[in-house]
C-alpha cells in the first residue's frame, strides 16, 4: 500500500473510530441511573473498545512503513517506553521518600502514572498473548 | 553481516532512492543496509535476491 493510500485509509478509519467512541460515551453519559459496578463496567467497556478501534484505524499507516522503520519504532517503544515509565516511577519514589519525618504520601500525579504503567502492562501482556497464539496455530490462527 | 548491495547497486548504475523504490522501502534503509547498519528479514533479503537475479548468498555474507 502506498504511503498517501495509507494515510488517506489512517485518516478515514480514524475519523470513524472517533465518531463510533463519541458515540458510545454520548450513550454512557446519557445512560439513566445504574449501580455504580455496572457504571464503572461500561466506562471501562467504553475505553477498550474506542481503544480498539484507534489501533484498528492506525493499522494501515503501521503496515505502510517499511520494515527498518518499523524496527526501530519496535526499538523506541521497548527502550524509550520502558525507560520513561521507570524514570517517572523512580521521579514519585524520590518524592515520596525524601521527607523522612512526613508520612509518606502519593502525589496525584503519582496516581496518574500508576495506573498508565498498568494500562501498559495490560497492553503488553494482551498484545505479547496475540503474537505468541498467532504463531502457536492455535484456534482461529491455525 | 556483510553485503554486495552497493556494489551490485553501482553496476546497474542506480542510485539509493532507485533501489528503495524497487524494493518498496525507504532511501535511509537501503542505505542502512549498504553500510550493514541493518539486516534484512528474510522476505526482504528474497526479494533484494530476486531483483538482481542472485543467490541470497552472494548478495549477503555471515561474517560468523
Same mark, same amino acid.
Given at each position: 500500500?502506498?504511503?498517501?493510500k495509507?494515510?488517506?485509509?489512517?485518516?478515514?478509519?480514524?475519523l470513524?473510530?472517533?465518531?463510533?467512541?463519541?458515540?458510545?460515551?454520548?450513550?454512557?453519559?446519557?445512560?439513566?441511573? %445504574?449501580p455504580?459496578? %455496572?457504571? +464503572?463496567?461500561a466506562?471501562?467497556?467504553?475505553?477498550?473498545v474506542?481503544a480498539?478501534?484507534?489501533?484498528?484505524?492506525?493499522?494501515?499507516w503501521? *503496515?505502510?512503513?517499511?520494515?527498518a522503520?518499523?524496527?526501530?519504532?519496535?526499538?523506541?517503544?521497548?527502550?524509550?517506553?520502558?525507560?520513561g515509565? %521507570?524514570?517517572?516511577?523512580? +521521579?514519585?519514589? %524520590?518524592?515520596?521518600t525524601s521527607?523522612p519525618f512526613? *508520612?509518606?504520601?502519593?502525589?496525584?500525579?503519582?496516581?496518574?502514572?500508576m495506573?498508565a504503567?498498568?494500562?501498559? +502492562?495490560?497492553?503488553?501482556?494482551?498484545?505479547?498473548?496475540?503474537?505468541?497464539?498467532?504463531?502457536?496455530?492455535?484456534?482461529?490462527?491455525? | 553481516?556483510?553485503?554486495?548491495?552497493?556494489v551490485?547497486?553501482?553496476e546497474r &548504475?542506480?542510485?539509493?532512492?532507485?533501489?528503495?523504490?524497487?524494493?518498496?522501502v525507504?532511501?535511509q534503509?537501503?542505505n542502512?543496509l549498504?553500510?550493514?547498519?541493518?539486516?534484512?528479514?528474510?522476505?526482504?533479503? !528474497?526479494?533484494?535476491a530476486?531483483? !538482481?537475479?542472485?543467490p541470497?548468498?552472494?548478495i !549477503?555474507? &555471515?561474517?560468523?
Amino acid at each position: 500500500m502506498s504511503g498517501l493510500k495509507a494515510y488517506a485509509r489512517t485518516v478515514g478509519r480514524t475519523l470513524a473510530a472517533w465518531v463510533f467512541a463519541t458515540a458510545l460515551v454520548m450513550v454512557l453519559r446519557y445512560l439513566p441511573e %445504574i449501580p455504580p459496578v %455496572i457504571k +464503572l463496567t461500561a466506562q471501562l467497556a467504553v475505553a477498550a473498545v474506542s481503544a480498539g478501534l484507534l489501533l484498528w484505524a492506525l493499522a494501515p499507516w503501521w *503496515r505502510s512503513l517499511d520494515e527498518a522503520v518499523q524496527e526501530a519504532s519496535k526499538s523506541g517503544f521497548f527502550w524509550g517506553g520502558q525507560f520513561g515509565t %521507570i524514570f517517572a516511577f523512580l +521521579l514519585g519514589a %524520590i518524592e515520596m521518600t525524601s521527607t523522612p519525618f512526613q *508520612r509518606p504520601r502519593v502525589p496525584e500525579w503519582m496516581l496518574g502514572v500508576m495506573v498508565a504503567i498498568v494500562c501498559q +502492562l495490560v497492553g503488553y501482556a494482551i498484545f505479547y498473548l496475540i503474537w505468541w497464539l498467532r504463531r502457536s496455530g492455535w484456534g482461529p490462527w491455525k | 553481516m556483510k553485503n554486495r548491495l552497493k556494489v551490485l547497486r553501482a553496476e546497474r &548504475d542506480w542510485s539509493q532512492a532507485d533501489l528503495a523504490e524497487r524494493l518498496e522501502v525507504s532511501r535511509q534503509t537501503v542505505n542502512a543496509l549498504e553500510t550493514g547498519k541493518y539486516d534484512p528479514s528474510l522476505p526482504l533479503a !528474497f526479494k533484494i535476491a530476486r531483483l !538482481f537475479g542472485l543467490p541470497i548468498e552472494t548478495i !549477503f555474507q &555471515d561474517e560468523a
